[in-house]
């Protein structure tokens, strides 16, 4: 009866251990995807603040097209302020041209 208790207990301690590492690289493990030599290429990187978003877009990284920031939609907007945010540590309301400039770093 001993060995079945500290098995069990064993196995929960493993399954306790493999979810917090789950979290723990959910929270701040991040990727977008970039273009390159026609191959699409995920570029793997360490969130600078926890969040459960994982998948982001980097307008800049398809394309060498300055993105003029009266031009940009909601959307390109919100896919901007969040790359800028988790993967480079900067928060911006992106309302300039250098906002958008500063966040175009790889």
């Known amino acids: ?6 098995s ?3 196995r929960m301690k493993k399954l306790i251990a ?3 590492l789950v979290l723990v690289t959910m929270l701040y ?3 977008y995807q970039a273009l390159d030599d026609g191959d699409i290429e995920t570029i ?6 926890p969040t459960f978003q994982m ?9 060498g097209e300055i993105r003029q920031v009266e031009r940009l939609t909601e959307q ?3 896919w901007i302020i969040d790359y800028c945010r988790y993967r480079l540590g900067i928060d911006t309301d ?10 175009r770093k790889k």
């Open 1 to 6: 009866m001993r060995w079945r208790v500290s």
């Open 8 to 10: 069990s207990a064993a």
């Open 18 to 20: 493999l979810i917090v």
């Open 29 to 31: 493990v991040g990727y």
């Open 44 to 49: 793997l990187f360490i969130k600078k603040h």
């Open 55 to 63: 998948k982001f877009y980097n307008i800049h990284a398809n394309d």
């Open 76 to 78: 390109e907007r919100k």
């Open 94 to 103: 992106l309302k300039t041209q250098n906002d958008v400039e500063i966040c």
